[in-house]
Nanobody
Framework: QVQLVESGGRLVQTGGSLTLFCVAS?????????MAWFRQAPNKAREYVAA????????FVKTSVQGRFTVYRDNAKNTFELRMNRLKPEDTAVYYC???????????????????WGQGTQVTVSS
């Protein structure tokens, strides 16, 4: 079983920066797990933001946030960061960390691929 705990969400002004943190733990967790960030705004579906694939060892970022968001994974510390710059009001959402293993690259952006989720952290961008 894997536990994921997110932190770092807060109120920030438009144009500001914020880093979200996800700490993974659990007996089975390892670098074999792919990890992702998703977000969910009120009355909207959960959407993919970014991910790192365990096998390829590389990261992927949703096209609409490329150039503003990056991810960083530290396998030694079991942490996964979402670094966000030039934030916009439309980035306001609850951000979730997810992890699972055995995923192919085509699956990492689909929330249905993940069985392990954190509780979420709220990011609010004021206009």
């Amino acid at each position: 079983q894997v536990q994921l705990v997110e932190s770092g969400g807060r109120l920030v002004q438009t144009g500001g920066s914020l880093t979200l943190f996800c700490v993974a733990s659990g007996r089975t967790f390892s670098s074999d797990y792919s990890m992702a960030w998703f977000r969910q705004a009120p009355n909207k579906a959960r959407e993919y933001v970014a991910a790192t694939h365990s096998g390829y060892g590389r990261s992927f970022v949703k096209t609409s946030v490329q150039g503003r968001f990056t991810v960083y994974r530290d396998n030694a510390k079991n942490t996964f960061e979402l670094r966000m710059n030039r934030l916009k009001p439309e980035d306001t959402a609850v951000y979730y960390c997810a992890a699972d293993r055995g995923l192919i690259v085509a699956q990492i952006s689909d929330p249905a691929s993940y069985t392990n989720w954190g509780q979420g952290t709220q990011v609010t961008v004021s206009s």
